[in-house]
């Protein structure tokens, strides 16, 4: 006859689970103390957890969802997950929401031996205006300018310039040229092609992700592009952009503007040991998962509702 669990058992599971769990000691000293075999407080343990006597929480601070950063890393393979909430509904929020989180990010993870690479974007000078000191002291733009002074990589580049130490290798060019003779021109400028000598030094990337799908990208809306330009690379199923490498839904990488882009190209940014985007809301969720898909990135920083509807939560 199997006796009913009394009061008595669930005393010693509390117990040993406090001394355990909450004191630190192992079960081979628990043993020693109560007399019983470490088998024994093995299985009490795991009675408590599965009676609900043991509970655990996982407290996330400062906005961070924790839940939803394990789910992310894990379903997509990533080094680094941060997914935040954004207290207001707006782009400003979400901007400066992604801005501040991926700033806090670069602080932990960069080293003073680090080359650090960045795209432009809204997000990239949210995240570039947080940034009051950088462990490394090279930054390197990735990708010519695009979209309004206050949004293009130069800005970003400006901004950080003003940190103490750091040593910026801009790109005083448009990111897209008007055909491959003038790109060509381009780079052979001593100062581009100082900055683009840099990339294979860069060791963590970040980078904005526009959309094309729908429209949500400073790329795009380059003057350099003509209604043709964009009405064909859309026609070969593209969805979104990392600096100017271009993928399809399913992450197939699309070379059709390479020749005319003055940016780091797809085999180099591949090379980047940690490449990290930074990009969320509704109209850029299709653009990060075929960025995710096409696995040019190790680590996103997003907010919540798009984590969700990445991870498969929200449609």
């Not at 957890?49 to 400062?62: D, L, N, Q, T």
């Not at 000078?125 to 947080?130: F, G, I, S, T, W």
């Not at 940014?269 to 850029?284: D, S, Y």
Request: proline share 4%.
């Amino acid at each position: 006859m199997t006796r009913p669990e009394g009061p008595a058992r669930r005393v010693q599971i509390a117990h040993i689970a406090t001394e355990h769990y909450l004191r630190g000691r192992t079960r081979i000293e628990i043993a020693e103390a109560t007399g019983l075999s470490r088998f024994k407080v093995g299985r009490l343990l795991e009675e408590g957890i599965a009676s609900g006597i043991v509970r655990f929480e996982i407290v996330s601070p400062s906005g961070v969802r924790l839940d939803l950063s394990v789910e992310l890393r894990t379903r997509f393979g990533l080094d680094h997950a941060v997914v935040v909430d954004v207290p207001v509904d707006t782009a400003e929020a979400l901007q400066s929401s992604l801005g501040e989180a991926a700033a806090e990010l670069l602080q932990e993870i960069l080293s003073e031996d680090d080359v650090l690479g960045l795209t432009s974007g809204r997000t990239l000078n949210a995240m570039a205006r947080r940034l009051e000191q950088l462990p490394c002291h090279r930054v390197v733009q990735l990708a010519g300018a695009a979209g309004p002074i206050l949004q293009n990589g130069l800005e970003v580049m400006r901004r950080l310039s003003t940190i103490p130490g750091v040593r910026p290798h801009p790109i005083y060019s448009p990111l897209v040229m008007s055909d491959r003779q003038a790109a060509a021109g381009v780079r052979r400028q001593p100062d581009v092609r100082q900055t683009f000598e840099q990339f294979d030094r860069v060791s963590v990337a970040v980078g904005a992700i526009g959309s094309w799908r729908p429209r949500n990208s400073l790329m795009m809306e380059n003057r350099a592009l003509t209604d043709l330009d964009r009405e064909r690379v859309l026609r070969r199923g593209v969805v979104a952009e990392l600096a100017a490498t271009l993928v399809t839904d399913a992450g197939t990488v699309v070379h059709d503007l390479d020749a005319r882009c003055i940016s780091i190209t797809e085999a180099q940014l591949r090379a980047v040991p940690t490449v990290i985007a930074v990009a969320g809301g509704t109209t850029k969720t299709r653009a990060i998962r075929a960025v995710l898909n096409a696995r040019l990135v190790s680590g996103l920083v997003t907010d919540s509702e798009t984590a969700e509807r990445l991870i498969g939560a929200r449609r």
